[in-house]
């Protein structure tokens, strides 16, 4: 017998799932620094992944040497592993600010427009909603031009739905990835997907249209003889069903079901 979970809203977050999109956002970032830092130097220009930001040097010199680069390292916090785009900002404002590299000039670069909004977003608030934010957006094309709140950053809706949908595609990938090793390490998901089932999961209707409820045997017979023979004429050849006629109880707790095979 398969077992079906219905899982509510917050059910990742109860369990430790790190499915929030404030934390898509801050291991993004993270990914960002770890690609970058190496050995106390940057290796710089970076391109992501998903081509939504680029660090770059920008200086008057012909090449930046090692010993440059190591003035650029990023000094990471030994009680801290994850990073956010505030952590990125304040990191290349100190950069910028040093006075033996002033005529180096670090920027990050947003390619994606959206992903920009985002990540400025996640500097003012915990809290994110990927869609909330783009429906503010969408919206705001319907104001006059001199109304709008994002004039210039988008030129059509078009655009927006390009940058949404790389973003959405980037989200998806990271949960995949953390649902699958969550969900793999999680003991209290693992006890609710393969738990032996208690008479407390098992639940009868009392209608009187439920087979199981009718009181004369040939009735009952005869009743479900014509679900199999409506259900006939949608099998394949060769194919056969597995009839649940009992659940018997096992002990306290244990439900052992008791089945036909036709």
């Known amino acids: 017998m398969n077992r079906i979970i219905l899982i509510g809203n917050g059910f990742d977050v109860a369990h430790g799932l790190e499915t929030k999109y404030s934390q898509f956002m801050e ?11 190496s050995q106390g130097i940057l290796k ?3 391109q992501d992944e998903f081509e939504f930001v680029q660090l770059k040097l920008y200086e008057k010199e012909e090449e930046i040497s090692t010993e440059t680069l190591r ?10 592993d994850i990073y956010s785009y505030n952590d990125v900002k304040e990191s290349v404002k100190s950069w910028n600010t040093k ?7 670090c920027k990050i670069i947003f390619k994606n427009k959206f992903f920009e909004h985002l990540s400025e977003k996640t500097c003012l608030t915990s809290w994110l909603d990927i ?4 429906y503010a957006i969408l919206k705001d094309f319907l104001k006059k031009p001199e109304d709008r709140l994002y004039k210039g950053k988008w030129a059509s809706v078009k655009d927006l739905n390009d940058e949404f949908g790389q973003v959405k595609n980037a989200l998806e990938q ?3 990835k953390a649902c699958k090793q969550g969900v793999e390490q999680k003991e209290s998901i693992q006890k609710i997907l393969s ?35 409506k259900l006939y004429k949608f099998m394949r050849s ?17 439900i052992v079901i008791h089945c036909w095979g036709i």
């Open 27 to 37: 291991a993004y970032w993270t990914n960002i620094l770890n690609n970058i830092s």
């Open 44 to 46: 710089l220009p970076y």
């Open 71 to 80: 003035l650029f390292s990023f000094t990471r916090d030994p009680q801290k």
């Open 99 to 105: 006075e033996s590299i002033s005529n180096i000039e």
């Open 131 to 134: 869609e909330n934010e783009y």
């Open 174 to 176: 990271y949960l995949t």
């Open 195 to 229: 738990s032996a089932i208690s008479y407390r999961d098992v639940s009868y209707s009392k209608s009187k249209d439920d087979l199981g409820n009718i009181d004369d045997y040939e009735l009952f017979l005869d009743k479900t003889c014509s679900v199999y023979e």
């Open 238 to 254: 060769g194919a056969y069903i597995v009839v649940i006629v009992k659940n018997v109880k096992k002990g306290f707790e244990e």
